[in-house]
């Protein structure tokens, strides 16, 4: 079997079939192969969930998610509960369809034609509907026609009896109005902070008290394993450069292919911040992050770095490479999204865009317009896709060529200069740098740090586009660093913790003080900004109980503790609190009654399904794969 693979490594059929069975590792994992039954993947009340169409739910949550974040990776998707969610939706689903057909909901013929008749992808140039395009969109998407209808009526079966659970729910004018002023409502403190740095000169710390917090908390300075190696390193692009690619080559395959791969679509590439905001948000809170995004905008609009703000303040996965999102056409990004980065100039920032993900700044770094690409600008792309596809041939032969001759005990350096294979000669790394480095696999990483130093792998250790043979130099085992080496850090802990202990004192002190007069320390009280219960307090931070505090107690009274912050503590009192005004109101009434309305509704339904759920036979085969 194998000599069958590498003898046609290189053809579609194996690329497909590997494709086939990584999609499957990825998303199903090795036990679902030892389900109770392959084609079902759970049971509601007796009635199956098939594998076939939580293969076509995945897939449909996979393709949305990419569309609207395209640098999340499959990875990252499987630790979001994606497989679960979509389980989880298709049995919500499953038990309103079965309790729809128990209380005589249905669908008539007539409704369900209509409704596919409307859809706008089987639709002609004409906008009629199509019965061939009809059916050729569903063969490419190998479902029937059967399959198909039965999803659309089950789909407006769920949504007749989500209609008839949540029509009778609406919000008063009063409930709306309460919750509208206990969202609104505003707090301004009066504060003395006391620091931990006002005490840190002042803190002594023996060499004593060093030695006995290091001996309690040692395992602070434990180290990770490391290993150096010396690697021969066998993937297309390290065989590549070796590779002899003429200027006859590079033209003719642009003459070949340059209207298959080099013609392009109107494209841009971009980076994004993004401060999230739920779809549920109430205005308030959409509108706290509204003006978190606008100071950012306001901070680039000074000169500040976009790439350095999207690492630090971005919440999209993105931020690890400053926002960039790549080369996108159109259709790949949510309307709103695309619609902005496609009206920018290169270099030009956005104001705010809301999306259903929250707020986003867009930079256009680049833009191409729809064309062909001159042979100048890609002869180079394809002189290295040239070459990495002539190195690709002969990866197999030149590893087989190498393992032989190091387990006959030749030197790596030389077997390397033989074979023209580049050697890599590492420091000492941890299993995470050494993966990161290599793009190592993690169970080749955890093969490579079972070896002992001097140690030569008998086997190749797969890497996501090749492989790697590797003689160990030195490890370093885990262990704790001595103290001779972290004295000055240690040193830095201890007194910060003497300082803060001073800080706690002298805060509850002058809280004490301030309660039996007021107005001492008069020089001392700052101000903060008004702020809403949604928002982090201006200055002080993120903290709960203070947020608690600024709301509930009565204003004008220091309080009687003082609270925690990061760094040191605050006495604090209620200066005023501010209650929305009634023309904000009266502007934002419909928009807080419409959301509160949705939400109620939404909770409704949801019990609803929970009562169903609870009463239903729900058995899922594997269940350790949806976790």
């Not at 169409?53 to 499987?78: F, G, H």
């Not at 190696?229 to 590079?250: C, I, K, Y």
Request: aromatic residues 8%; contains cysteine; proline residues 4%.
């Amino acid at each position: 079997m194998m000599e069958f693979i590498r003898n046609y490594a290189h053809s579609w059929a194996v690329k497909i079939l590997f494709g086939i069975i990584v999609i499957v590792f990825v998303f199903f994992g090795v036990n679902s192969f030892n389900a109770p039954r392959a084609d079902v993947v759970a049971m509601v009340n007796d009635t199956p969930i098939l594998a076939k169409a939580y293969s076509r739910s995945l897939e449909l949550a996979v393709d949305n998610l990419r569309r609207s974040n395209p640098s999340l990776d499959q990875d990252t998707m499987i630790r979001m509960g994606l497989r679960r969610d979509v389980l989880m939706k298709m049995v919500s689903d499953l038990l309103m369809v079965q309790d729809a057909t128990r209380q005589g909901v249905t669908v008539s013929d007539e409704e369900l034609r209509q409704t596919i008749m409307s859809m706008s992808f089987f639709l002609d140039e004409r906008g009629q509907f199509d019965p061939q395009r009809y059916r050729g969109i569903l063969s490419r998407q190998n479902q029937t026609v059967r399959e198909f209808e039965d999803n659309v009526r089950n789909e407006m079966l769920v949504q007749k009896l989500t209609d008839a659970v949540t029509s009778a729910i609406a919000m008063t004018d009063t409930e709306t109005r309460d919750f509208f002023l206990y969202t609104r409502m505003q707090a301004v403190l009066d504060y003395v902070p006391v620091t931990i740095a006002d005490f840190v000169q002042d803190v002594e710390v023996t060499q004593e008290e060093i030695a006995d917090w290091y001996a309690q908390r040692n395992e602070t300075f434990r180290t990770a394993p490391r290993l150096e190696l010396t690697a021969l390193v066998f993937t297309p692009d390290a065989l590549a450069r070796n590779e002899t690619v003429s200027a006859e080559q590079v033209q003719a395959f642009y003459a070949a292919n340059k209207d298959r791969l080099f013609t392009q679509e109107d494209r841009v590439r971009a980076r994004h911040i993004l401060l999230r905001v739920e779809q549920n948000a109430t205005p308030a809170e959409a509108g706290a992050v509204l003006e978190q995004i606008r100071g950012i905008k306001a901070r680039l609009d000074n000169g500040e770095d976009f790439t350095a703000l999207a690492q630090e303040l971005s919440e999209d996965t993105s931020n690890i490479v400053g926002g960039d999102l790549g080369w996108f056409d159109r259709g790949q990004m949510v309307p709103a999204f695309e619609a902005v980065a496609f009206s920018l100039k290169p270099g030009e920032i956005s104001d705010p865009v809301r999306t259903d993900f929250g707020y986003h700044l867009i930079k256009c770094e680049a833009r191409e317009e729809a064309g062909v690409r001159t042979f100048e600008d890609v002869k180079e792309e394809i002189l290295q896709r040239l070459a990495r596809e002539q190195a690709a041939s002969r990866v197999a032969d030149s590893l087989d060529l190498a393992l032989e001759r190091i387990l006959a005990g030749e030197a790596f350096d030389t077997v390397g200069k033989d074979l023209d294979v580049p050697v890599q000669t590492t420091p000492l790394l941890t299993r995470a740098e050494m993966t990161a480095r290599f793009a190592m696999e993690p169970e080749a990483a955890e093969a490579l740090f079972l070896m002992e130093a001097g140690e030569v792998s008998d086997a190749p250790l797969p890497l996501e586009d090749g492989y790697l043979l590797v003689r160990v130099v030195n490890k370093a085992p885990a262990a704790i660093k001595p103290l001779v080496e972290v004295q000055d850090d240690v040193a830095a802990r201890v007194k910060a913790e003497k300082a803060l202990l001073k800080a706690k004192d002298a805060a509850e002190a002058l809280a004490k003080e301030l309660r039996e007069t007021p107005d001492a320390h008069a020089d001392r009280v700052r101000t903060t900004e008004p702020f809403s219960r949604s928002e982090a307090i201006p200055a002080l931070g993120a903290s709960e109980s203070l947020l608690r505090a600024a709301f509930d107690a009565e204003p004008g009274a220091w309080l009687e503790t003082p609270f925690t912050l990061d760094d040191g503590f605050a006495v604090v009192r209620v200066a005023k609190r501010l209650p929305p005004e009634d023309a904000q109101w009266d502007a934002e009434k419909s928009l807080w009654k419409d959301h509160l309305t949705q939400r109620k509704q939404q909770e409704m339904l949801e019990a609803y399904v929970q009562a169903l759920q609870q009463q239903a036979k729900i058995t899922i085969n594997n269940p350790k794969f949806f976790e």
